[in-house]
């Protein structure tokens, strides 16, 4: 879509909007603005994704470098949608700064709008996140300093960056699990009459990175070479649709070696699978000099659309893949899709619409992990909390935003921290200290830190009927030192467990535990809870009632954790 019609004066990024202290500035934040020339643009006229990807790259970069002191280079990109494109005469702003740096890596945030400078209208293009690495020095590896959030959105990014990192390391295990599991889940590679033969959209070029290419650090820039796969995978999917491709996705990619000045980069690009409305198209790179065998450089996977006159997706012709290789290809295009729906459903859930509840299964239980536990982070950065009572020692706060009720429980225990969260993270034993959980089973112990419950709570009132959820339960360990442990907990359906009569089926949206360290033997527990109807484990909507419920459960959790400290004393 183009910026025509676009109507809001900014739809800049959340993420990226200065608090109130006008005069405080993140120290590693870096913006650059280009007005978009017929040199940086396609045939259609607008901004080729290529070269936004290579300004993209290096304001992360300068951002990086600004915060590390030192050189460092593009180790990764997390997926990046391009929600629009950009005309001539437009200008990109861009804007990078670091959220988190963990030992020699970084993750820095990048937003791109795009500003209409006859009505000064600015509005969203997309929203990336890198990771760079701190190259090293004479002396060693890099110890990089660590990242200080001054505002609550700072704190925010700073929380969900060790979140995001996990999501990292394990992302290539998802396709390799979901292509294991059974080929009906994927479906079969099918003939379709007029089918293009995939062979015909294959493109290979070759590149000799020369000194212009090169960034500061005398290898190949990052963002260069991204800007040449970007080029032959379009001209592999004009080959399939006979016109000019949009690039809306690229997918989650690695760098995995660098390439250097005199080094010739070998492209390579394919369409392995196109669907409806959309294709992706698959490239690598690879590097050389002279008789040395290939370096695998990259490989990415993006996906086109091919817009109409309306700027509406156009129907495109299916794909035929070649023998062996590409069917395999053309079922990993497949799961790749179910992935990115499965991302765009579970991100963009407004916690408004019903039912909150999304169907689990392996192969999306790594973006409801994510969700589930990046809720609760973004509770427990708020700031806006009101104390309502306090008694005990126990404080009870609330928070009443988008038409829904939140509610906080603090409090302190001599129990350390590590023994508080193995003991608060199973599930089975809340019925030890909290009345509203009758009964509790594992279901589905899917992995270390996700495990999914059944729990049913008592009636509330007489001749009414019981409530039971399917839960998932999703644990975190501290990343360091910085962080707190977390219990996540939210409702998920599973075929296997559908309502029954005897218990009305209730949804929990965000509730769970933050566990922190204050000293070795004094822990600060919270919980969150977020009011929806039929919210787990508190029904009653009156503040006084809620409160009392609040303190005996929690009084009573204090003196369970307390009981039980002794028989884990070996943690």
Known sequence: MTSEGKDANTVLDPHFIQESEEEYRNPSEVKMSQIVLPCHANHCGELSAGQLLKWMDSTACLSAERHAGCSCITACVDDIHFEHTIEVGKVVNIIARVNRAFTSSMEVGILVTCEDLYTDKQWKVCHAFATFVARRTEVGKVQLKQVIPHTQIEQMEYSLAAERRRMRLIHAEIITDLLSSSTAQLGECQEYQDAVPAERTRVESVELVLPPHANHQVSTFGGQIMAWMENVATIAASRLCNAHPTLRTIDMFHFRGPSHIGDRLVLKAIVNNSFKHSMEVGVCA??????????????????????????????????????????????????????????????????????????????????????????????????????????????????????????????????????????????????????????????????????????????????????????????????????????????????????????????????????????????????????????????????????????????????????????????
Not at 524 to 531: P, R, S
């Open 286 to 571: 690879e590097a050389y000099q002279g008789g040395e065998p290939l370096r695998h450089i990259n490989s990415a996977f993006m996906t086109f659309e091919v817009l109409d006159s309306h700027r509406k997706p156009r129907t495109l012709p299916r794909i035929r893949p070649v023998p062996v290789d590409g069917k395999r290809r053309y079922q990993e295009a497949i799961a790749r899709k179910k992935i990115r729906l499965d991302r765009k459903y579970i991100m963009s859930c407004k916690q408004t619409e019903v039912p909150l509840s999304v169907p689990w299964d392996p192969s999306n239980q790594m973006y409801l992990s994510y969700n589930n536990v990046s809720a609760l982070k973004l509770m427990d950065t708020r700031n806006n909390w009101v104390l309502a009572s306090e008694k005990n020692k126990v404080r009870l706060y609330t928070l009443e935003e988008n038409h829904m009720l939140c509610f906080k429980v603090e409090m302190h225990v001599s129990v350390p921290a590590a023994q508080t969260f193995h003991l608060l993270s199973d599930l089975r034993r809340r019925k030890e200290w909290d009345r509203h959980y009758e009964d509790c089973e594992v279901i589905n112990q899917a992995d270390e830190d996700d495990t999914l419950y059944r729990v049913a709570t008592p009636s509330v009132s007489k001749g009414s009927k019981g409530q039971d959820f399917i839960l998932l339960a999703s644990r975190r360990k501290p990343c360091d030192a910085r962080d707190p442990y977390l219990i996540a907990l939210r409702s998920v359906t599973l075929p296997t467990y559908p309502p029954t009569e005897d218990y009305t089926r209730g949804e929990v949206l965000c509730a769970g535990f933050t566990i922190w360290e204050k000293s070795h033997f004094v822990t600060k527990i919270t919980y969150y809870n977020q009011a929806t109807p039929g919210v787990l484990p508190y029904i009653s909507t009156d503040i006084a009632g809620l409160s009392s419920s609040f303190y005996s459960a929690f009084s009573a959790c204090s003196q369970f954790l307390k009981a039980n400290k002794d028989s884990l004393a070996a943690l």
